[in-house]
């Protein structure tokens, strides 16, 4: 019971933070229809886990992946995600562009937004798997990376829907591809290799648990 109180507290601890970062970054955003637009994710996740709670209580792990995910998401709907200014934050901690030194010509955010979804959410959605009644093993380590490629696909779609019935400028913005015309496959690419070397952790952790119980029993 003691141990069901303190994952509780911990739980909402986490919404209470994020809660915290994402009033603050709800202030003044730098368009406030594309904020609305990269919220309904967010509302989309919450509704979810409200409605699953009774039946599923993410793990610690999984419950602060998935709020360190959310918290890259909110700093994308702030700034909008091709201007969020990393390369303004890394010169003024270091004097020095991160663009200029590691070759880039344009605004990397989403592509790290779009490779930690996979990175972050594909542990959470093998956790759910697990508890709904897939066996751990293949399956349950192929099946998140399969979701995750799946949602992907859908996202761009939502955003191909959205800007085709947007303005040209709340299109582009909402879009973010920046003239880059592979950006929806380099997007879907960097979700599935978070989500396989997410997965591949996963195993690796899993095996190491079994070893480990193994050697100790008797």
Not at 9 to 26: C, D, I, K, N, P
Not at 94 to 101: N, P, R, V
Not at 109 to 127: K, Q, V
Not at 164 to 184: I, K, N, Y
Request: with cysteine; glycine share 6%.
């Amino acid at each position: 019971m003691d141990a069901d109180r303190s994952h509780r507290r911990y739980l909402l601890t986490l919404l209470m933070l994020f809660l915290l970062v994402w009033g603050s970054l709800a202030i003044a955003p730098e368009d406030r229809h594309d904020w609305v637009l990269e919220n309904l994710l967010v509302l989309a996740l919450a509704v979810a886990l409200l409605l699953g709670h009774r039946h599923y209580l993410p793990s610690r792990s999984a419950a602060t992946l998935i709020v360190l995910y959310l918290c890259i998401h909110q700093l994308g709907a702030h700034y909008t995600y091709a201007k969020v200014p990393y390369d303004a934050w890394w010169q003024a901690m270091t004097g020095e562009s991160l663009d200029q030194a590691l070759g880039w010509d344009r605004n990397q955010f989403d592509r790290l937004a779009h490779l930690s979804y996979g990175l972050l959410l594909a542990y959470p959605i093998h956790e759910v798997l697990i508890r709904l009644g897939v066996k751990p093993g293949f399956w349950s380590l192929l099946l998140p990376v399969d979701i995750v490629l799946s949602t992907s696909a859908v996202y761009e779609l939502i955003e191909w829907f959205g800007a085709a019935t947007l303005s040209a400028e709340e299109g582009r913005t909402f879009l973010a591809t920046q003239h880059d015309r592979w950006d929806t496959q380099k997007d879907m690419a960097l979700a599935a290799a978070g989500a396989v070397f997410a997965m591949l952790c996963t195993a690796l952790m899993s095996w190491r648990v079994n070893h480990l119980a193994r050697r100790a029993s008797p």
